[in-house]
């Protein structure tokens, strides 16, 4: 997520079969979550993993993306196939009534990036007086078979690097 130009937020993990792995930095600092429904652990660098208690969001990270209002094909050459979608601000998890449209590319590796601006919006859901007033999100999905399974961590003792 970028605002004004500058990233704000990167989450970079995977997801398979309903668990995931995710390292999130904001602000120069970096914290991993790891997620096995109906469990998750989060670990900061140095310290041990340490059990979250109460609700974990969960689910597949491309279901968002499945229901466009509407969707057509941009164009189609040999860096991919880009597609135009539109989608209730709400499906992506934003604020507001206005839709949004994504710009989605399929490149032949089966690399699928889905990019969006949004406004950014006050806690009323008003328009935030902030230089550039939009937020840039840019999500990159990359096949990667053959993986490890996410296991449950050692909870209590830190993490290999």
């Known amino acids: 997520m970028s605002v004004g130009g500058s990233v704000a937020t990167e989450a970079k993990g995977r997801w398979t079969s309903g668990n995931s792995e995710f390292v999130v930095t904001s ?3 970096s914290i991993t979550y790891r997620t096995i429904p109906p469990s998750s652990w ?3 660098p140095g310290k041990p993993w340490v059990a979250v208690d ?3 969001p969960s689910g597949d990270p491309l279901d968002a993306l499945s229901h466009p209002s509407s969707a057509s094909i941009v164009s189609t050459d040999s860096s991919g196939t880009r597609i135009g979608a539109v989608y209730p601000a ?3 998890g934003l604020a507001g009534s206005k839709p949004v449209s994504v710009d989605l590319t399929v490149a032949p590796d089966s690399t699928i990036t889905a990019r969006y ?9 008003s328009a935030a007086p902030s230089p550039g007033g939009v937020a840039s999100a840019q999500t990159v999905l990359t096949p990667m078979p053959n993986q490890d399974p996410i296991a449950v961590p050692p909870v ?6």
């Open 27 to 29: 602000g120069g600092a």
């Open 42 to 44: 989060v670990l900061e």
């Open 54 to 56: 109460g609700q974990i």
């Open 90 to 92: 709400a499906s992506l």
């Open 117 to 125: 601006d949004a406004p950014l919006t006050t806690a009323s859901g």
């Open 156 to 161: 209590g003792s830190p993490a290999a690097s």
